[in-house]
């Protein structure tokens, strides 16, 4: 497939060694609009830094002199065997990124032995991306709530009969779609009837040229908690709700009987000034840790290297969503994909073994192999 980034330019994939340098290589020879799109984020980009600095604050207190040779990355999620706890986060109109979209992303992760969650508003249909990847692959679909109620109540019906997905992620902190200005002062033409697959609107809003405002109209802005039950009427898949930000909100969704949850603030691109998801995660471990053994708690937002995966499961988390780095990896299709899951799995495994870890699973909680007096 045709790739968006200067073919005279780019690097070659082996040239790329950790996450950022795919969002690099896109910055420096993608198109300007879709780079403001993917990368962007509100306002003034507090939330944005403040996911990513976060975890560079928290440091690791590693056990020496154990034996680290044999050591597995392998866990479940929702049930799902992993060979890493990564997801692929849920993201709109992958098109932007390149012809291939979500198929990439699907069929990536699958080389990768991990999930792809994929977005209410992808580029390709449910069907299509579905048909990317081998059918014993698990896949999770996020779900945005439409305000034409119908039309999520069909979709969850379509999904239903659907074996291989095997859990629906509910998206909650966007119930506007924020200021990212970076995409709102990149005038081109937007031709959105390029990108978009299933569920995305193509009405130009009244407030700026924003391809995520264009793409996002359809989002229902009046969902409460007591939607929960409508929603489970139409789906006997776990229900996770991603974009929970207190330990509060943790709590509901616990009570209200959700198999998860993500911690996120939508990679900075919801509210502004919301706080780091590292910091969230924490609250939420100290005002309420039943959440942790009574539900999956997954976290995203500003994770890039395998430590950080080891970091959030030594908090608890089940496991960890990356977001942007996967959207640019697109330019390289599959296999640009499929090169990331292999730099986080070789990080993941090197942190691993420098802080005298064999097993995630072992570790999943146990903060004594971290220190948080920076944070
Ligand atoms: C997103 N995100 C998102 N979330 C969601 O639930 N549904 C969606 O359709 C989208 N779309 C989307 C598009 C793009 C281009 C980005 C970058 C993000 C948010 C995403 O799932 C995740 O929460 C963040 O991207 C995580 O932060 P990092 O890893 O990008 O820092």
Redesign the pocket.
Known sequence: AKSPLDPEQKPPLAALINADDFERSFEKYGPRKPWA???GASNDLLT?DA??TCWHKLWFRPRIMRDVKAITTRTKMLGQEVTMPLLI????IAKTAGDEGELALGAGAARGGIIH?Q???ASFSVEDILAAVPKTHPYFF?L?VDRNRKKTEELLQRLETMDQIKAI?V?VDLPVVSKREADERVLEEQKVSLYSGDGVTNKPDKKGGGLARTTGGFIEWQLTWNDLPWIKRFTSKPIVI??IQTAADAKLALELGCAGI?V?N????ALDNAPATLLSLLEIRRDCPEVFTRMEVYV????RRGSDILKAVMIGAQGV?????F?CAVAYNTNGVEHLCDIFQDELETAMRLCGVTDLNKVRGDMQYLNTSEL
């Open positions: 799109y993917i990368t944005y996911n990513k986060a849920p993201m709109g969650v977005s209410t508003a996020q945005y992620f998206t991603k974009g993500v996120s939508h990679g900075g691109r995203d937002g500003g994770v969503g990356v977001g942007r780095p959207q």
